[in-house]
């Protein structure tokens, strides 16, 4: 069910605490946390706190959530002194995207080439 936590979910599991991550922000409804892959210098995740399976079903189920992990996109690169910086949203296979628990990319810290990929 949309916004509850997934057991085989590993995103809920760094929401529940029960893998650890390099947290750098958090709020009531969203975490933010540093890639174990990185793309670019900066790369940070952020996730809402509820279960939702990709930014499409987040937007449709709880926009005001989707803007809570927007708005802290911008607050990360603050926080990072990020003077420019890439948003992405991978939704779908096709897409890039390898779990399925909405998130956002930061990207940040170099040049970021278009067309991306």
Known sequence: MAGEPQDDCLFCKIVAGQIPATIVR???TTVAFRDINPQAPTHVLVIPKAH???AAAL???????AA???RETQAVADAEQLDSYRTVFNTGTGAGQTVWHAHAHVLGGRGLEWPPG
């Open 68 to 70: 809570d992990v927007l």
């Open 26 to 28: 958090e709020t009531d």
């Open 59 to 65: 937007a449709a189920d709880a926009p005001q959530l």
């Open 52 to 54: 939702h399976k990709d």
